[in-house]
């Protein structure tokens, strides 16, 4: 087992693919015929009140998961070469949004030849928020985040594939002006973390420890981040080295996300 701590390692598919296959009858539930040359396991599984979700993994790791709903697409991708996350949110009609960040380009959204470089602009970062597809997705992000609250149903092998849309409707939340978004969903997650995951297979149990250990410690140091950034004095500074604290949180959760997907070969997805 790869220990998630400080700097994410990359690890083989073909050894995740050996120590965690899925039950034949259980693989032949879930599993999604994929013709891509470059995936090595596509899977789709039900999350209650979020939808299906598909995802795909890459001979290199590379992670693609995918929430398809009436109104929006909406598709996370992590890359564990560059470490770059690209978030894409689509609509009939509509040009993408599409969000990349964690690599080392840095921070940029854009909506065709509109294009936003770093965080010195909310304004402009709130503007290729507008759209039908967005305000979709982020309306049906927070209805799953207050059945978290009020229902707090039982943890789940697929959590963590779950939290990653919750984290991202937090991170749109946090670009389009609300400070307390990604906040929010962290201490449902960090609430969650405290729970044992009884419902995890046994298989996946060490993937799920350490997913769990990794996301305590970005934790960490999102908070270390946070203090750096409120002890600038201008109030315009200190706004935008938040919001680059947020991102680089959901950049890690992501690698985080990753490297669970690798360990479980998606088998989590049920």
């Not at 969000?99 to 010195?120: E, I, N």
């Not at 250990?213 to 938040?242: K, M, V």
């Amino acid at each position: 087992m790869v220990a998630m701590t400080g700097k994410l390692m990359i690890v083989a598919i073909g050894a995740a693919l050996v120590s965690v296959v899925p039950s034949p009858a259980d693989a032949q539930a879930r599993r999604v015929v994929s013709t891509r040359q470059d995936v090595a396991v596509a899977r789709a599984g039900e999350v209650p009140a979020l939808g299906t979700v598909s995802a795909t993994l890459g001979w290199d790791q590379r992670m693609e998961v995918s929430l398809r709903e009436s109104e929006f697409v909406m598709t996370r991708t992590y890359t564990p070469a560059t470490r770059e996350v690209e978030l894409t949110i689509s609509g009939e009609g509509e040009l993408p949004l599409v969000l990349r960040f964690g690599g080392a380009d840095g921070f940029s959204a854009s909506r065709g030849t509109r294009v936003v470089k770093g965080t010195s602009t909310p304004g402009a970062i709130r503007a290729l928020l507008a759209g039908r597809a967005v305000a979709a997705a982020r309306r049906h992000i927070g209805n799953y985040e207050r059945r978290l609250i009020s229902r707090a149903p039982a943890t789940r092998p697929d959590d963590p594939h779950a939290y990653g849309f919750l984290l991202t409707g937090a991170l749109l939340a946090s670009l389009d002006g609300d400070p307390t978004a990604v906040g929010r969903a962290r201490d449902i997650i960090k609430g969650r973390l405290t729970q044992r995951m009884k419902a995890a297979r046994a298989e996946f149990r060490n993937c799920v420890t350490e997913y769990e250990r990794y996301l305590l410690q970005i934790d960490t140091d999102r908070t270390q981040c946070l203090d750096a950034a409120n002890g600038r004095d201008s109030w315009y500074g200190r706004a935008a080295d938040r919001l680059g604290c947020e991102i680089e949180f959901m950049a890690g959760a992501m690698a985080g996300e990753g490297q669970f997907a690798g360990c479980t070969a998606l088998g989590a997805l049920i």
